[in-house]
Nanobody
Framework: QVQLMESGGGLVQAGGSLTLSCAAS????????MGWYRQAPGNKRELVAT???????NYADSVKGRFTVSRGNAKNTVYLQMNSLKPEDTAVYYC???????????WGQGTQVTVSS
């Protein structure tokens, strides 16, 4: 069983920065994709950014140029560097690990990011 442990959420003013971290443990198959999704109150969960074990990245249009997703050297950690934060970035951010050939997804418990105007 894979477990995902997130950290780094919090309260920040508009224009500020935050970095989210997520560490995966357990039996982790490759190739996989790790990344972040978010859900604001009343909205559906949406993609923020993902990165595969091969290094391919995918970003939501709303965060391109402001957020950067990366993986640690051991490939079981994913980071989300968030710059120029906006109030509309306020949401619960969820870490995701997707095993690409098995169509299996794992989710973290979520971390709150609040951006004040």
């Amino acid at each position: 069983q894979v477990q995902l442990m997130e950290s780094g959420g919090g309260l920040v003013q508009a224009g500020g920065s935050l970095t989210l971290s997520c560490a995966a443990s357990g039996l982790i198959f490759v190739p996989n994709s790790m990344g972040w999704y978010r859900q604001a109150p009343g909205n559906k969960r949406e993609l923020v950014a993902t990165i595969t074990t091969g290094g391919s990245t995918n970003y939501a249009d709303s965060v391109k140029g402001r957020f950067t997703v990366s993986r640690g050297n051991a490939k079981n950690t994913v980071y989300l560097q968030m710059n120029s934060l906006k109030p509309e970035d306020t949401a619960v951010y969820y870490c995701n690990l997707a095993v690409l050939r098995a169509h299996v997804d794992y989710w973290g418990q979520g971390t709150q990011v609040t951006v004040s105007s």
